[in-house]
């Protein structure tokens, strides 16, 4: 595929962590063989719990994290072989949290202008200037160039963050959460400036969230992470319609709806929760999916194709599961 500008070959990554007081440390597997790519001027959706792995792979297209196995390829070049400079002109990130990912001594255009400094891009007056066509860009006044972040609402301070992330002009975005700590009527306006910027500028954005509505209102296509794997990917409307992935359609189904007597849907996802430092065995999702047979706790399931769906981990759709238990 040659518009691939952005892609994690079969990526892992562990940490030691703690357990307790006076305990060893023990080894948590944030992310165990991730594989996705990312084409020119497309978005796609990393969705998926809290704790599942998707800030780690973010760290790693960013290049802040290296794989412990398998490559992270920018623009077909492997991440490794890049100079910091060079990755951040390619890809940046836009982090969930503009209250704390800013700096609260540092005036807005000091903020927008960090990356270019760090990186040592054009003069005073040249980035004085990108500064201010930046600002326009995001619809921000330039009367805001002297301020601090904490005289700004929060969706002032995410229009900053985006900023920011352009003034490099790269054609890569990671959007880790974007819109999760601003008010509900504040987050469609971020979005839609997102999508306006996309179209503008041609970049292509990951979109990282556990907000299944961002996902579908922006990506073409999305990838389902649980517990450090992709258990499912598929393009955004066969995900909406037909969900394969039990933990998918457990996803789907959690979304709540200001339907009228419909209640607080009950998904069964909250029982036996399972971690990364003791998964549990064959498929990790067995002991909260309500499809489970016999053969998930012990054998893992092979990644297949079903229908329209690229990928999909689940003995539901595997014509012989894998004989090889975990
Ligand atoms: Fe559920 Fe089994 Fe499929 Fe895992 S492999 S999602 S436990 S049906």
């Known amino acids: 595929m040659t518009d ?13 962590v703690s357990t307790g007081f006076m305990r060893p440390k023990r080894l948590l597997r944030a992310v165990n063989g991730v594989s996705l790519n990312l084409r020119a001027g497309e978005s796609v959706g990393l969705v998926g719990e809290s704790g599942c792995g998707k800030t780690t792979v973010a760290m790693m297209l960013l290049g802040l994290i290296r794989p ?8 077909g070049l492997p991440m490794h072989e890049l100079d910091q400079r060079d990755i ?21 255009a000091d903020i927008i202008a960090l990356p270019l400094r760090v990186h040592r891009m054009g003069s005073t007056d040249d980035r004085r200037k990108k500064v201010v066509e930046m600002m326009d860009m995001v619809g921000l006044s330039p009367r805001y160039a002297d301020s601090y972040p904490d005289q700004l609402s929060g969706g002032q301070r995410q229009r900053v963050a985006i900023a920011r992330a352009l003034i490099m002009r790269p054609r890569i975005v990671i959007c880790d959460e974007p819109t999760s700590s601003l008010d509900v009527s504040m987050q469609s306006q971020i979005l839609n400036l997102l999508l306006d910027l996309q179209r503008e500028l041609g970049l292509a954005y990951l979109l990282i969230s ?7 209102h922006m ?6 992470m649980y517990l450090g794997r992709v258990v499912e990917e598929t393009d955004s409307e066969q995900l909406f319609r037909a969900p394969a992935h039990p933990y998918t359609r457990a996803l789907l189904a959690s979304v709540l709806t200001p339907e009228p007597g419909r209640g607080v849907p ?15 065995s064959g498929c990790t999702f067995h002991p909260r999916c309500t499809k489970a047979m016999a053969v998930c706790s ?21 014509e012989a599961p894998n004989p090889a238990p975990v």
Do not use: M, W
């Open 4 to 16: 691939v500008v952005l892609e994690a070959r079969d990526v892992h990554c562990s940490f030691k």
């Open 68 to 75: 412990a196995r398998g490559e992270v390829r920018l623009d």
């Open 88 to 108: 951040a002109r390619r890809v940046q990130p836009i982090f969930q949290d503009p209250y704390s990912s800013l700096n609260p001594r540092k005036r807005i």
């Open 210 to 216: 556990h907000n299944l509505a961002v996902v579908e």
């Open 219 to 224: 990506a073409v296509r999305a990838y389902v």
């Open 266 to 280: 009950d998904t069964h996802l909250g029982v036996a929760y399972a971690n990364s430092i003791d998964p549990p």
């Open 298 to 318: 012990t054998i893992v399931p092979h990644p297949v194709t079903h229908g329209a769906t690229r990928h999909v981990e689940c003995h539901l759709y595997s």
